[in-house]
């Protein structure tokens, strides 16, 4: 539309925006809303509301349980190993003579801080490479993708089981070798997110102002592939608790005087016969229960993101 000139002024055109087509704060809005019709979805879901709050009781047990449940777990104690649960030790002990629900707890925050930081790391960097490679597009991305598929031909669990024994074991070293395989499927979802995103308008408007690479990675890919993110972060916590509780059964894990959850079953597998069940049934329980929680909250999310999506 054009306005009224003024006298000694030439007339000023503005561009109308096409119908129909949201700008500005309408964005915004159809954004806010989305995310409000993702989060009600997911609030409905009751499986992942339970799974919610298994999560939620056991970092409440694992960090705050401590605080009120004082176990010394770093001094051995032979002359009480194997007793069973008592008032003493409500659920006995190992046969090191650790309290057993003490080592439950610290156990569980080796297990979830594990679990949790190399899900994160695997998601930071299969985040970044995929959207990269979706967005450059060309031979960039199939020079990266050819990587990819390199390493996903690779039996990541056979390479786990030989780093773990070159490496000192530590709760480090079990993130960055967990983290190492994990991003690789993050990066071939992000990708393909970004093939998509790509190609809308607001993103070829960044290019057409000379907007950088970064930038429209950064402010545009990224946060539209939020929910994807989300959902593969939540699923690769369960992942990651679950190889190392694999690796820790094995006894490549992290090693005593500090533990995980299947370091504990490892040292409760060579008294199996013994009748000592709760050496074994408490964090086999742990591990299936937390596991199982993530899942459920995985399921939802993703519920959640394909309303966001349906919404676009």
């Known amino acids: ?126 985040t970044a490479f ?25 039996p990541a669990l056979f390479i786990l089981l030989v780093l773990s024994t070159i490496f000192t074991p530590d709760k480090t070293a079990m993130i960055l070798l967990i983290a190492a395989f994990s991003w690789l499927p993050a990066a071939r979802l992000i990708r393909g997110e970004a093939l998509s995103l790509r190609v809308r308008e607001y993103v070829q408007a960044v290019r057409m102002m000379g907007g950088s690479n970064r930038r429209a990675i950064l402010r545009h890919i990224a946060p539209n592939a939020i929910g994807t993110v989300v959902v593969f972060a939540t699923f690769t916590v369960a992942d990651a608790i679950l190889i190392l509780s694999f690796l820790g059964y094995l006894g490549l894990g992290i090693q005593p005087p500090q533990t995980d959850w299947g370091g504990m079953l490892s040292q409760a597998i060579n008294y199996i016969n013994s009748g000592y069940w709760w050496l074994l049934y408490p964090p086999g329980i742990a591990i299936v229960m937390v596991a199982i929680a993530f899942n459920f909250m995985g399921d939802a999310l993703r519920d959640a993101l394909e309303v966001r999506l349906q919404s676009r």
Do not use: K, W
């Not at 979706?134 to 199939?142: E, R, T």
């Open 1 to 126: 539309m054009t306005a009224a000139p003024t006298p000694g002024s030439e007339p000023v055109v503005t561009a109308a925006p096409p119908g129909g087509t949201p700008v500005g704060g309408e964005v915004h809005g159809e954004q806010r809303s989305a995310l409000r019709r993702a989060a009600e979805v997911f609030s409905e879901n009751r499986l992942a509301l339970v799974g919610l709050g298994i999560v939620v009781a056991f970092l409440l047990f694992c960090y705050l349980g401590p605080l009120v449940y004082h176990t010394d777990q770093t001094t051995s104690n032979l002359a009480i190993s194997n007793e069973p649960p008592s008032s003493e030790h409500l659920l006995g002990t190992d046969p090191n003579g650790y309290d057993q629900l003490g080592r439950l707890m610290y156990g569980g925050q080796a297990s979830l801080e594990v679990g949790i930081a190399a899900a994160l790391l695997a998601t930071i960097v299969g």
């Open 130 to 154: 995929g959207a990269i490679s979706g967005y450059v597009g060309g031979v960039v991305d199939a020079t990266m993708m050819r990587l990819v598929d390199g390493m996903l031909a690779i």
